[in-house]
């Protein structure tokens, strides 16, 4: 049986991350978590933390560098990327929205390494190539089309995960941004109300 990939998940305690984190240990695959000491400490992720050690996923925080302390685990911390991303061969990336453009980082720190066999970036969404957003989705969808070709002007080999909208997080509010709840006064319609729903689930790679 072919051996089993070690994956490095990078933003695994967001919200679409836990799932992935999750799957990969249940999967088997030796699983590694970028993360920050400031999150391991933070009571509101203690579960998704606990759940994972259970798991049996290896957190990387540390940096040899003490200086960088407060940094460790950081996205920011190019040293912390590059060491964690020495010790596998995948790289996951769920980062959210205000770090969509920052997976540049992640780029150049897996082009170091240069021992990386396939990188994910943060997707999980629209095929941002082929579809036409209005905002506010167009500014994220325009993100995250560009680091997909930062990535292949690097010619690191990547898979892109196109799953569409959750319904779970959109449908329960009607996709009114900010709110938990569905309005009960008005809704407000995005661009003009004219553009078509496409439905295509798909991965593309390279
Ligand atoms: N298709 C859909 O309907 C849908 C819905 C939602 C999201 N998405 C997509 O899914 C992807 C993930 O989104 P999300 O909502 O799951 O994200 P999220 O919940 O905001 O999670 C972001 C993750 O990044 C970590 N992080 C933030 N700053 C960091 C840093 N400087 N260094 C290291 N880690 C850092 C966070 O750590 P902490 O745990 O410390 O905060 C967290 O684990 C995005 O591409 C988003 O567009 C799609």
New binding site residues.
């Given amino acids: 049986m072919a051996e089993k990939s070690k994956n490095l998940f990078?933003?695994?305690?967001?919200?679409?991350?836990k799932y992935l984190v999750e799957a990969s240990a249940q999967s088997g695959h030796p699983t590694f978590l970028?993360v920050?000491e400031s999150?391991l400490s933070?009571p509101e992720?203690s579960t998704v933390i606990g759940k994972f050690k259970t798991l049996g996923v290896r957190f990387l925080t540390v940096s040899s560098n003490s200086s960088l302390r407060g940094l460790q685990?950081?996205?920011?911390d190019h040293e912390s990327l590059v060491k964690a991303i020495r010790q596998v061969d995948v790289v996951i990336s769920?980062?959210?929205?205000a770090?969509?453009l920052d997976q540049v980082r992640i780029i150049s720190a897996i082009k170091e390494a240069g021992n990386i066999k396939r990188f994910l970036p943060?997707?999980?969404?629209s095929d941002v190539d082929h579809v036409n957003a209005v905002e506010p989705a167009k500014t994220?969808f325009a993100s995250k089309a560009k680091v997909r070709r930062a990535i292949e002007s690097e010619g690191i080999p990547f898979t892109y995960v196109s799953?569409?909208?959750?319904n779970g997080?959109?449908l329960a509010t009607l996709t009114q941004l900010g709110t938990t709840a569905p309005p009960r006064d008005k809704v407000v319609i995005f661009g003009d109300g004219n553009p078509k729903g496409k439905h295509p689930t798909n991965a593309s790679a390279g």
């Avoid at 990078?10 to 991350?17: A, E, Q, R, V």
């Fill in positions: 990078i933003g695994g305690t967001g919200y679409i991350g970028l920050r999150t933070n992720k685990g950081d996205l920011y769920t980062v959210g929205y770090q969509l943060s997707e999980f969404g994220a799953s569409n909208l959750f997080i959109f």
